[in-house]
T-cell receptor
Framework: GIQVEQSPPDLILQEGANSTLRCNFS?????LQWFHQNPWGQLINLFY???GTKQNGRLSATTVATERYSLLYISSSQTTDSGVYFC????????????FGQGTTLQVKP | EAQVTQNPRYLITVTGKKLTVTCSQN?????MSWYRQDPGLGLRQIYY???????DKGDVPEGYKVSRKEKRNFPLILESPSPNQTSLYFC??????????????FGSGTQLSVL
């Protein structure tokens, strides 16, 4: 099956800094999503982005499907951005399954 | 408000005592799924359903059952829970495969402890 690797595993930032999180995957995908799990455990969908670029406020994401990676950009980070960021991918060969990466744990310090 | 609702939020039970975790969505989504989250293992898919009466195994289906008799409901059944099923469980839903936006929405989670 598809392998999903996220980097870095951990990241500590000062408030106001920018960051880039990366998601590499081992095979063709037709579904890629980014999620934020806040410190209370809630999983929030940030982007559905199987290809191309999207922006939502201070967050943006880019997926280059042909090169098998996706990037999540966080600009002007805030303490509320702390938590774990997951990417999840699905393949054309099994559209019911969504495979999650291990996540990037982000801590934003005031 | 569009949401996925799981109940209960917390559950403590004993080995072998059958339990059901309910999941309901009000977005008319065709697809629903269950995941478990464990430290160091991330989120793993248990079962999914592409539509009413259509269910399939995910990566860790052993010890679990599901049913999809109605579009909005997708309960997770543990017939004989064991301590290794202690975990944080999430239900999720999204529109049909092939929709313009297949964004996946999660419930708030159920923390299960099996003693």
């Amino acid at each position: 099956g598809i392998q999903v690797e996220q980097s870095p595993p951990d990241l500590i930032l000062q408030e106001g800094a920018n960051s880039t999180l990366r998601c590499n995957f081992s095979d063709s995908v037709n579904n890629l999503q980014w999620f934020h799990q806040n410190p209370w455990g809630q999983l929030i969908n940030l982007f559905y982005i199987p290809s191309g670029t999207k922006q939502n406020g201070r967050l943006s994401a880019t997926t280059v499907a042909t090169e098998r990676y996706s990037l999540l950009y966080i600009s002007s980070s805030q303490t509320t951005d702390s938590g774990v960021y997951f990417c999840a991918v699905g393949s054309p060969s099994n559209t019911g399954k969504l495979i999650f990466g291990q996540g990037t744990t982000l801590q934003v310090k005031p | 408000e569009a949401q996925v609702t799981q109940n209960p939020r917390y559950l403590i039970t004993v080995t072998g005592k059958k339990l059901t975790v309910t999941c309901s969505q009000n977005m008319n989504h065709e697809y629903m799924s269950w995941y478990r989250q464990d430290p160091g293992l991330g989120l793993r898919q248990i079962y999914y359903s592409m539509n009413v009466e259509v269910t399939d195994k995910g990566d860790v289906p052993e010890g679990y059952k599901v049913s999809r008799k109605e579009k909005r409901n997708f309960p997770l059944i543990l017939e004989s829970p064991s301590p290794n099923q202690t975990s944080l469980y999430f239900c999720a839903s999204r529109p049909f495969v092939g929709a313009t936006n297949e964004k996946l929405f999660f419930g708030s989670g159920t923390q299960l402890s099996v003693l």
